[in-house]
């Protein structure tokens, strides 16, 4: 059975730095891309980026190119999603999702991460 | 990034039948069948309806159904019952600056 597992909710300050994970188990965690999809509060869905954990190759939505990092550790089935300088405005919850071999589509969710950033 | 286009809200009665509607370009629905739909109960991870236009994963009720004409791609719900109310997601591969791009999301109601 595919299941992506993510880390815990998180409370944070602004400024602060945070990394979310997102464990893949149940297929083969370096064939298929990983992607992380915002949704901030009240709001739709949004596509940030994904990474292909076979060879680390990985695209960002230029929405949010240069405001956070996307990163891979293969050796245990794991994606991350990284944020050096947190602001108010990155609050929302964040899902992982597997994609499709073709056309990117995600076909597998993790249950979401909610972050909170507030002074 | 412009998001595919959903009506906002939909709505209907149980045992009646819904069409939401999503409108892209040609970079994205006119040009390439990968259109998905989910469903997205608040709280809950999205779960994929329908993939590649028409197509149902395993389990999924065939109460759902997808087609696409032209740059709009759409679901249908028949038979509507009260558990389907939900928000419900489009989303299309495009080739233009990055690889997928999400609907705007629409509220169906279930009175």
């Known amino acids: 059975e595919v299941q992506l597992v993510q880390s815990g909710g998180e409370v944070k300050k602004p400024g602060e730095s945070l990394i979310i994970s997102c464990e893949g188990s149940?297929?083969?965690?370096?064939?298929?891309?990983i992607g992380w999809v915002r949704q901030m509060p009240g709001k739709g869905l949004e596509w940030m980026g994904i990474?292909?954990?076979?060879?680390?190759?990985?695209r960002y939505s230029p929405s949010f190119q240069g405001q956070v990092t996307i990163s891979a550790d293969k050796s245990i089935s794991t994606a991350y999603l990284q944020w050096s300088s947190l602001k108010a405005s990155d609050t929302a919850m964040y899902y992982c999702?597997?994609?499709?071999?073709?056309?990117?589509?995600?076909?597998?969710w993790g249950q979401g991460t909610l972050v909170t950033v507030s002074s | 990034q412009s998001a595919l286009t959903q009506p906002a809200s939909v709505s209907g009665s149980p045992g009646q039948s819904i069409t939401i509607s999503c409108t892209g370009n040609?970079?994205?629905?006119?040009?390439?069948?990968?259109v998905s739909w989910y469903q997205h109960h608040p709280g809950k991870a999205p779960e994929v309806l329908i993939y590649?236009?028409?197509h149902r994963p395993s389990g999924i009720s065939n109460r759902f159904s997808g087609s696409k004409s032209g740059n709009t791609a759409s679901l249908t719900i028949s038979g509507l019952q009260a558990e389907d109310e939900a928000d419900y997601y489009c989303?299309?591969?495009?080739?233009?600056?990055?690889?997928?791009?999400f609907g705007g999301g629409t509220k169906l109601s279930v009175l």
């Open positions: 999702a597997r994609q499709r071999p073709r056309g990117y589509q995600p076909d597998y």
């Open positions: 149940g297929y083969s965690f370096t064939s298929y891309w």
């Open positions: 990474i292909y954990p076979g060879d680390s190759d990985t």
């Open positions: 040609r970079s994205d629905i006119g040009d390439y069948n990968y």
């Open positions: 590649e236009v028409s």
């Open positions: 989303s299309s591969y495009t080739n233009t600056y990055a690889p997928l791009v």
